[in-house]
């Protein structure tokens, strides 16, 4: 809504279609998501994108409320006010949230306790989240989990990264998911060599071609490395 020196972002906002009318924000601040998000009030409610649900999700921190200027309403708040809208604009899409999807996405992850700095594995300090609001990212208007994304992975919470060489590429897999995932498959949608395949720990891998995408099938643990040359 704002550009870097605090004016109204003209091109942004014809961009998305909407005008700021008033930025709506919460009376606690939420810095930190374990020690803040567990005891923050929401400041409304709106429906999960592309559920029947109706306003089943509550949003925090700070909300904005927007007039239009050309988008089309997706999704509303409990008191009708846009909470999710779409514009048209050249040859594309443009979408704008008026809450902060992450906070609501982490919010049934994490537990109501008071945050410890203790130094064994049952401490806060030290908790994994994972039940998130998976259905924010999967479903919806915006057709989150259908980006194509370089790479893919069967489990959701198996973290990727892509690091490319002349000597080759390295994929980075880490999982989140607090069990061992068998049978994981690893979709490359970025060219990527493959005379040599094996994986950092010298577990097993296979890999074949779907659709003209490759697949990778593997068992991981904590955490591995895919090596492609």
Known sequence: MYDEFNQPNKILRGVLGVEEKELEEAKEVIRFEKQDLPFAKPLAGTSTPGTSKKFDMPVYGARSKVALTGAKVLN??????????????GKGQAYYLAYLPGLSYFKPAIPLRPVDRGATDDSMAHFIPRDFHMELLTRGDLSLGELPLPVSCSERLVENTVIQAKQGTVISLINWSGVRQKNLMVRVNVPVPTKQVSLASGAKVTFHRENGKLLFKLDLDVADALILR
């Open 76 to 89: 509303e708040f409990q008191d009708k006010l846009p909470s999710v809208t779409g514009n048209k604009t």
